[in-house]
C-alpha cells in the first residue's frame, strides 16, 4: 500500500478519482473456466486504449457470487499485474470486492487484496434475516472488518440486500478511519443527502452514468464508481464517456453536456434489448460485439436466446458508435 491507515482517507481523496470500471469476468465456452488472457486482453484495451482511471474487481459485474475464493484472488492479481503497468493516464488504481456474506472469506479476502498491493477494497453491506436493528448491525459489522487490515474500504449498499443503509447511518460510517468511499446505490435524494452530510469525509459515488455528468456539475463529484459504461458505451476512436467527464470537471459545461447528450442513442440500443433477467448475458454479448472478451455467464444467470442476439446486433448496428478502422454504426433515426 502507498499509504497508512491513518492517512487513507487523505490518499483516497487525492487519488481515487475519475471514470472507473466494474470488470465483467470472462469465462471460456464449454468448461466456464476463468478465460485469463481474455481479461488481461480487456483490461489492457480499457487503461491503454479507453483511458479508464480504475478497475472494480470481483463484485457483482465479475459475477463474483459464482467464483471460488480462489477465483476471485486470481482475478484480483491480474488486475493488480495489469495496473501497475498503466496506461496513458499513468498507473491505474483498483478497487477488490470482498463482499461475501461469511465474514471469515471477507477479512480473507481483504487481507489478501492488501498483501498483494491493491489500493482499496469494496465491501457490500450484509443481508441481514429476522433484524430489525440494522443500522446498528451494519455498524458493528464495517467497524470489524475496519480493525482487521489497513487498506482504506469502500461501502456498499444497494437494493439486492434488502434494505438500503441511510444517508445517517453511512455519515457513521464514514468515522471509521479508514472508510474512504461509497458506492451508493440509491435514488438520488439519497446519495445528494449523504454529500451534504459526509462529503467531506467520504467520496460518495454511484453506478449510474445517466447521472453521472448531473453529478459532477451539481454534487461536485469527483469519482464514477462504477458499472460497464466505461467499455460498453466507448471504443478507442469513440471516447464520449472520457470526452464529457474531462469538460465536466474543466468547468466547460454546456460542452460536455452536448457530449453526454449524444451518447442518448447508444443507452437507449443497449437498454431496450436488454431481456429482463440477462443483464449479464447481454452485457458479455455487447462486449464481443465492441472486439472484447465476453464468453459464456455462470449459472444460475441465464444465456440470450439467437433471437435476443439478432435483436442485440441489430440494435449495435444503429447505435452510431464510431468502430475502429473508420467505421460508424448507423445512428437509428
Same mark, same amino acid.
Given at each position: *500500500?502507498?499509504?497508512?491507515?491513518?492517512?487513507?482517507?487523505?490518499?483516497?481523496?487525492?487519488? *481515487?478519482?475519475?471514470?472507473?470500471?466494474? /470488470? #465483467?469476468?470472462?469465462?471460456? =465456452?464449454?468448461?466456464?473456466?476463468?478465460?485469463?488472457?481474455?481479461?488481461?486482453?480487456?483490461?489492457?484495451?480499457?487503461?491503454?486504449?479507453?483511458?479508464?482511471?480504475?478497475? !472494480?474487481?470481483?463484485?457483482?459485474?465479475?459475477?463474483? !457470487?459464482? *467464483?471460488? &475464493?480462489?477465483?476471485?484472488?486470481?482475478?484480483?492479481?491480474?488486475?493488480?499485474?495489469?495496473?501497475?503497468?498503466?496506461?496513458?493516464? @499513468?498507473? /491505474?488504481?483498483?478497487?477488490?470486492?470482498?463482499?461475501?456474506?461469511?465474514?471469515?472469506?471477507?477479512?480473507?479476502?481483504?487481507? !489478501?487484496?492488501?498483501?498483494?498491493?491493491?489500493?482499496?477494497?469494496?465491501?457490500?453491506?450484509?443481508?441481514?434475516?429476522?433484524?430489525? %436493528?440494522?443500522?446498528?448491525? &451494519?455498524?458493528?459489522?464495517?467497524?470489524?472488518?475496519?480493525?482487521?487490515?489497513?487498506?482504506?474500504? %469502500?461501502?456498499?449498499?444497494?437494493?439486492?440486500?434488502?434494505?438500503?443503509?441511510?444517508?445517517?447511518?453511512? #455519515?457513521?460510517?464514514?468515522?471509521?478511519?479508514?472508510?474512504?468511499?461509497?458506492?451508493?446505490?440509491?435514488?438520488?435524494?439519497?446519495? /445528494?443527502?449523504?454529500?451534504?452530510?459526509?462529503?467531506?469525509?467520504?467520496?460518495?459515488?454511484?453506478?449510474?452514468?445517466?447521472?453521472?455528468?448531473?453529478?459532477?456539475?451539481?454534487? @461536485?463529484? +469527483?469519482?464514477?464508481?462504477?458499472?460497464?459504461?466505461?467499455?460498453?458505451? +466507448?471504443?478507442?476512436?469513440?471516447?464520449? *464517456?472520457?470526452?464529457?467527464?474531462?469538460?465536466?470537471?474543466?468547468?466547460?459545461?454546456?460542452?460536455?453536456?452536448? &457530449?453526454?447528450?449524444?451518447?442518448?442513442?447508444?443507452?437507449?440500443?443497449?437498454?431496450?434489448?436488454? =431481456?429482463? @433477467?440477462? =443483464?449479464?448475458?447481454?452485457?458479455?454479448?455487447? +462486449?464481443?460485439?465492441?472486439? +472484447?472478451?465476453? @464468453?459464456?455467464?455462470?449459472?444460475?444467470?441465464?444465456?440470450?436466446?439467437?433471437?435476443?442476439?439478432? %435483436?442485440?446486433?441489430? %440494435? !449495435?448496428?444503429?447505435?452510431?458508435?464510431?468502430?475502429?478502422?473508420?467505421?460508424? #454504426? &448507423?445512428?437509428?433515426?
Amino acid at each position: *500500500m502507498n499509504y497508512s491507515k491513518s492517512d487513507a482517507k487523505a490518499y483516497a481523496r487525492q487519488f *481515487m478519482r475519475g471514470i472507473w470500471a466494474a /470488470a #465483467a469476468t470472462p469465462f471460456t =465456452p464449454g468448461d466456464l473456466a476463468i478465460d485469463e488472457a481474455g481479461l488481461r486482453r480487456n483490461i489492457r484495451h480499457w487503461l491503454d486504449e479507453l483511458a479508464i482511471d480504475g478497475l !472494480f474487481i470481483a463484485g457483482k459485474q465479475g459475477e463474483f !457470487f459464482s *467464483m471460488s &475464493v480462489a477465483e476471485r484472488k486470481r482475478t484480483m492479481e491480474i488486475a493488480v499485474e495489469e495496473a501497475r503497468r498503466g496506461g496513458p493516464r @499513468g498507473k /491505474a488504481q483498483t478497487i477488490l470486492s470482498a463482499s461475501d456474506q461469511n465474514l471469515d472469506t471477507v477479512v480473507e479476502l481483504a487481507k !489478501f487484496a492488501q498483501s498483494i498491493g491493491g489500493d482499496y477494497i469494496v465491501v457490500h453491506a450484509p443481508t441481514l434475516h429476522f433484524h430489525d %436493528a440494522h443500522d446498528e448491525c &451494519v455498524l458493528e459489522y464495517y467497524t470489524y472488518i475496519a480493525s482487521q487490515v489497513d487498506i482504506g474500504i %469502500a461501502l456498499w449498499s444497494h437494493p439486492d440486500n434488502g434494505y438500503l443503509m441511510s444517508p445517517e447511518l453511512c #455519515a457513521r460510517l464514514a468515522d471509521i478511519p479508514n472508510v474512504v468511499a461509497i458506492k451508493y446505490s440509491v435514488p438520488r435524494e439519497m446519495y /445528494a443527502k449523504l454529500t451534504k452530510l459526509a462529503g467531506d469525509k467520504i467520496i460518495v459515488s454511484t453506478a449510474s452514468e445517466k447521472e453521472w455528468f448531473d453529478n459532477i456539475v451539481e454534487l @461536485g463529484w +469527483q469519482l464514477y464508481l462504477c458499472s460497464s459504461p466505461p467499455y460498453t458505451l +466507448q471504443t478507442k476512436v469513440d471516447l464520449r *464517456m472520457r470526452a464529457y467527464t474531462d469538460l465536466a470537471f474543466a468547468g466547460r459545461i454546456e460542452e460536455a453536456r452536448k &457530449v453526454r447528450d449524444s451518447l442518448d442513442v447508444v443507452r437507449h440500443a443497449i437498454a431496450r434489448t436488454k =431481456p429482463p @433477467g440477462k =443483464p449479464y448475458a447481454h452485457q458479455k454479448y455487447w +462486449q464481443e460485439l465492441l472486439g +472484447q472478451a465476453g @464468453g459464456p455467464v455462470r449459472r444460475p444467470l441465464l444465456e440470450l436466446t439467437d433471437a435476443e442476439k439478432a %435483436a442485440t446486433r441489430a %440494435a !449495435f448496428e444503429c447505435c452510431g458508435l464510431k468502430l475502429p478502422g473508420g467505421i460508424r #454504426a &448507423v445512428a437509428a433515426e
